[in-house]
């Protein structure tokens, strides 16, 4: 049987009006206030009806982020050294600073050098959040024994926009990795009172502990232990490299850098072993002392460095707001010119940075000029230039104590740590020969 169009027409009429009657018919049953018992959200991609006691936090009515999840089914915790940053401070031919350049980029040394050791801290609690590694410490050096190490570098950081570049090497020599982060911090950021506390930078650390735990990911149980076996060696042949440089084969790779191959394992029992042990564990004693300096570093500079990045933030989002319209009005006329000034001046220049560098020339001498007339400013400018006169945070004299010998450490904490390590191999030594005198 065949429909004509107008007999269509009519059983679709008749179509709507019984789905009209079944739903009119359904909500009598449900009664009047379907709005309180039908709950909004999706679970496992079916909706989620039923009475409920109020709007879930799954719902889609809250915009707090989900927080990742870093299971860690492993025996092997790998202990973690994060240096300070590197500064990031342009430098000449000679690797001294090159001051000309840290003016046209509109750099301030000072905070520079205090964000270098705020970012290894901030990196540190963002890893330590993982429960996927052993210790995890800020050392002044990357000098210092440990199975991991956390290299960062500033690469751009003006109040609104971070750039970071971290490189991940284990105690064999091997590279895990290097990745770039980039972040940039909304102009209403401040806005919001529940940000009062929050560092606008957090994000870019929570991404680089995810980068750093997918590469351990990676890492199968044997590789874990042979990477800590090879610190224990490492280590061990600072006392004694006629001993335990028998056990690892150093090699260069195809890159020129140094590895460090397992060849054999020295006998738990050995003498020498029994030995290095307990000096290891001072070593490592003295670094866990080091991260209260380096949290009250962070502590004494929050209120500065948070007011600084609140009074400049708008000021860089404006300026290179401007920059940009006026780049784009230019067309080939006054900017092009200066673009290609910047560009004979620095031949590894990109034309994908061209904006951002003028941006950044225009932003260091506007916020340079704010922070000499904001009052406020003026002080928090003083405490960070203090704050940062050095990578290498001061620390006072302290004494240590390991088997009855006593030693004070005075200076930075670079010195204080190379103080100590003296220290420890003078105690082998006299172990070695008893009959000598400390």
């Not at 290894?120 to 210790?135: D, I, P, Q, S």
Request: net charge neutral; aromatic share 10%.
């Amino acid at each position: 049987m065949f429909l004509t169009k107008k007999s269509a027409y009519g059983w679709v009429d008749n179509i709507k009006r019984i789905s009209l009657i079944v739903c009119t018919s359904l909500l009598g049953f449900t009664g009047c206030k379907t709005l309180d018992t039908i709950a909004v959200g999706d679970v496992g991609g079916i909706p989620q009806v039923g009475p409920q006691t109020g709007p879930q936090r799954d719902s889609g009515l809250y915009s707090e982020p989900k927080k990742k999840h870093y299971p860690y089914l492993s025996e092997v915790y790998l202990d973690v050294v994060i240096p300070v940053f590197d500064p990031g401070l342009p430098l000449n031919e000679w690797g001294d600073i090159d001051y000309k350049s840290v003016e046209k980029q509109g750099i301030w040394p000072q905070l520079r050098r205090s964000e270098a050791n705020r970012f290894a801290v901030e990196t540190r609690r963002a890893v330590e959040k993982l429960n996927a590694f052993g210790a995890v410490s800020v050392v002044p050096s990357a000098f210092v024994s440990g199975d991991v190490y956390i290299l960062g570098h500033i690469m751009e950081s003006d109040s609104e926009t971070i750039r970071l570049a971290v490189a991940i090497v284990d105690s064999q020599g091997k590279s895990w990795g290097k990745k770039e982060f980039t972040h940039q911090v909304a102009e209403g950021f401040f806005r919001d009172r529940a940000n009062v506390d929050k560092d606008p930078y957090e994000p870019i650390f929570n991404r680089i502990a995810d980068y750093i735990y997918q590469r351990l990911a990676h890492k199968s149980e044997t590789e874990k232990k042979t990477i800590k076996t090879i610190t224990d060696l490492r280590y061990a042949q600072l006392y004694s490299p006629e001993v335990f440089g028998q056990h690892i084969k150093v090699q260069k790779n195809w890159a020129g850098n140094t590895e460090y191959q397992l060849v054999s394992l020295p006998s738990e029992n050995a003498a020498m072993v029994q030995r290095i042990k307990p000096l290891k564990v001072q070593d490592q004693l003295f670094i866990d002392r080091l991260q209260p300096h380096y949290e009250g570093f962070n502590a004494r500079s929050d209120e500065s460095y948070r007011t600084w990045q609140k009074e400049t933030l708008p000021e860089v989002v404006s300026i290179k707001k401007n920059w940009g319209e006026r780049n784009l009005r230019a067309g080939a006329g006054i900017a092009l010119a200066t673009l290609a000034v910047l560009l004979s001046k620095n031949s590894n220049s990109k034309a994908g940075d061209i904006g951002t560098t003028v941006g950044l020339l225009a932003s260091g001498f506007f916020i340079n000029s704010a922070l000499n007339k904001n009052a406020e400013l003026k002080i928090h400018k003083q405490s960070i230039d203090e704050l940062g006169e050095s990578l290498d945070i001061e620390l006072s004299p302290q004494l240590m104590v390991h088997n009855d010998h006593t030693v004070e450490l005075t200076g930075t904490a670079n010195e204080q740590y190379q103080q100590w390590k003296n220290h420890l191999k003078a105690i082998y030594e006299l172990e070695k020969t008893p009959n000598k005198q400390l």
